[in-house]
């Protein structure tokens, strides 16, 4: 069962100040019952931008969505020990090289690789901090929609603290994607064969990336605006694993280009479980982003998106619960009160969708009357059916139906204490005093 009252959740961001342009959006989604996408939104990741404008020009011509580039160039070290009169360059590149509406829709900022903000070198964090204090100060300036930081282990704490501090800034509206690979690299072949042998074991035992990303987010408090970036690895773990990781706000699945594989065509595809994976995570709006060199150059970057963009039209269709409730999957809401509050009319819509719940009333109903009456006083007997809160009538619905097919006499009384509610009840029985 599930409940998903759309004006709650609205209320429930306007209250912690978190409602933005992309929560809009989502909404209108699900109140539409449909995705306004017709392909999926995806972005290659760029290791050195010599030239920004031809970087987004090919990008964008290959079919991709946005580029995830570095802030600062990767081999662009800075020592805080004291100001250098020798250094005359700017920080980075000017922001006048694209316009405002690309920096702040199409380019997503990435820090730079050698930042140590956990490191047990006073001298190493002291710089990192200040490193990362520009670079995200930057990204803030050029309106990023999102900066991704990476984790390499579980010593993030001093990193966490930063982070938190910079998305409680309420002048800043940029999001945070805290990339974190599926596997830790440390994981090598000889500890995954030691864990094949005594499997139940190591898999209650072993420390797992997913315990980087909650200490992460735990640490910043569980922001709204502390995403996960997802880096698939080449062995995925075990189903238990993956679907951990499918129940957290995963913003973005980094695919390195060695996970594809070669066709007969000669064209790049990945292999049944990475698809299946992959499109798993597209029911979560989740946007694939491709990073490393093109390992298939006679047919082009623009290849690797064709096919993710078709494993994405290929999806099996939502149903209508899947549908409804698109998006709000994981949103925690205040519980109803209909004993004090009189429910609006889309309240109880919603909790008709719910097929399974009303579906098992009935056959439990139909159950009771066989049991009750048997054959031979079916048509003297006459059962009294109350149903306490009838709402709009579900449940009096199915009390009928049931009785219908049990081929039982029932007298059914609905209570209800909503006055807009019984209006449908009474419709429903025909004696309505009003044309309608």
Known sequence: Q??????????????????????????????????????????????????I???????????????????????????????????????????????SSDWNSIIVGKTSPWLRLDSADSTIRTNSEHA????????????????????????CHNLARFISEFVQDP????????????VAQSHSSETRESETQNHDDSHSTRPTTWHWWNTFRTLCDNSKRVGLALEVSADLPDEAELAQWCGEPVRAAFLPTTLFLTNKKGFPVLSKCHQMFLQRLYKMDVQPV??????????????????????HQTMTPPDAIETFAKGYED????????????????????????PVKY??????????????????????????VMVVGAGRGPLVRAAMAAAERARRLVKVYAIEKNPNAVITSVCMCGVCPCDL
């Open 53 to 99: 404008a031809v970087a987004v020009h090919d990008s964008l011509n290959a079919g991709y969505d946005f580029i995830v580039s570095p802030i600062v160039h990767p081999r662009f070290y800075r020592n805080w020990r004291g100001p250098s009169a020798l250094r005359s360059d700017p920080l980075t590149r000017s922001d006048m090289l694209l316009s």
């Open 359 to 384: 579906t098992q009333y009935q056959k439990a109903l139909y159950h009771a009357l066989v049991e009750r009456v048997s054959d031979d006083e079916r048509d003297i007997i006459m059962i009294v």
């Open 132 to 155: 990362l204090q520009d670079e995200l100060r930057y990204a803030s300036h050029l309106s990023h929609p999102a900066v991704v930081v990476s984790v390499r282990d579980g010593e």
């Open 171 to 182: 002048h800043s509206s940029v999001q945070v994607w805290v990339r974190i690979p599926m």
């Open 290 to 311: 491709l990073c490393g060199s093109c390992h298939h150059p006679e047919k082009g970057m623009q290849t690797y998106h064709q096919y993710i963009n078709h494993l």
């Open 2 to 51: 599930f409940l998903f009252a759309l004006s709650s959740v609205v209320k429930l961001h306007r209250e912690s100040h978190t409602f933005s342009i992309f929560d809009l959006q989502d909404v209108c989604i699900a109140m539409s019952g449909r995705s306004t996408r017709s392909s999926v939104s995806a972005g290659r990741e760029l290791f050195s931008l010599p030239d």
């Open 331 to 354: 949103f925690l809401q205040n519980p109803l009160q209909p004993l004090m509050d009189n429910l609006e009319s889309h309240t109880y819509e919603v909790f008709e969708k719910d």
